[in-house]
């Protein structure tokens, strides 16, 4: 059974347009929460995190926000640019796990 | 360049063979994880090890093993390889034994590209 979970395998953005990317959890001893953004031929690398006392994380053009009642959380990605066109992973963390647990990716695709 | 080294990067191999993929992980980091992807499959995780000792298992095979050496190298075995093993194989590191503790996460490799023909 999957405890991270991302919806939607794609989504398709127009430059200088806002990027949203969900993610929902199932387990709620996780306590902290990561995107992880992937090129083609490349290994993830690390975005953004969040921890699960808070509810908004902000990185320069990137904001997660974490609704905890709702085990959901989102990647905003604003203005969105081409560069940013890559697989986005949601991942999390905590409880006994002493490694992350990934969501099957969305992968985005920003058009000039 | 993440720090996290992998080899090979490309591995073409029969089926019901054995290979080995070697991980080195970033200096000072004590913990190895290990992931698969495969086509349609998010990051997998495999297996961990913290400072030599198995930390924590995922969903390896029994065909599968890994081990950490004494100067923390890493190296993931796969036997009796079938078709549906084609996939990266990722590599990650991070300095403890928890993948996300006090603003550390866990840095990959590029992978290792496994084709079972």
């Known amino acids: 059974d999957q405890q991270v979970k991302q919806n939607s395998p794609s989504l398709s953005v127009q430059e200088g347009r806002i990027s949203i990317l969900n993610c929902d959890y199932t387990n709620s001893m996780f306590d902290y929460f990561l995107w992880y953004k992937k090129y083609p031929a490349e290994g993830p690398t690390f975005l953004i995190s969040?921890?699960?006392?808070?509810d908004k994380n902000e990185d320069g053009r990137f904001t997660v926000f974490l609704n905890k009642s709702a085990k959901h959380l989102s990647l905003h990605i604003v203005p969105s640019q081409p560069g940013d066109s890559a697989v986005y992973f949601c991942a999390a963390n905590g409880g006994s796990q002493g490694n992350l647990i990934f969501g099957k990716g969305t992968k985005l695709s920003v058009k000039p | 360049d993440s720090g996290v080294t992998q080899t090979p990067k490309h591995l073409i191999t029969a089926t019901g063979q054995r290979v080995t993929l070697r991980c080195s992980p970033r200096s000072g980091d004590l913990s190895v994880y290990w992931y698969q992807q495969s086509l349609d499959q998010g990051l997998q995780f495999l297996i961990q090890?913290?400072?030599?000792?198995?930390?924590a298992k995922g969903n390896i095979l029994e065909r599968f093993s890994a081990q950490q050496f004494p100067d923390l190298h890493s190296e993931l075995n796969l036997s009796s390889l079938e078709l549906g093993d084609s996939a990266l194989y990722f590599c990650?590191?991070?300095?403890?034994?928890?993948?996300?503790?006090?603003?550390?996460?866990?840095?990959f490799g590029e992978g290792s590209w496994l084709t079972v023909v």
């Open positions: 090890y913290y400072n030599g000792e198995e930390r």
């Open positions: 969040i921890s699960s006392i808070k």
């Open positions: 990650a590191s991070s300095p403890r034994w928890s993948a996300y503790s006090s603003g550390n996460t866990i840095y």
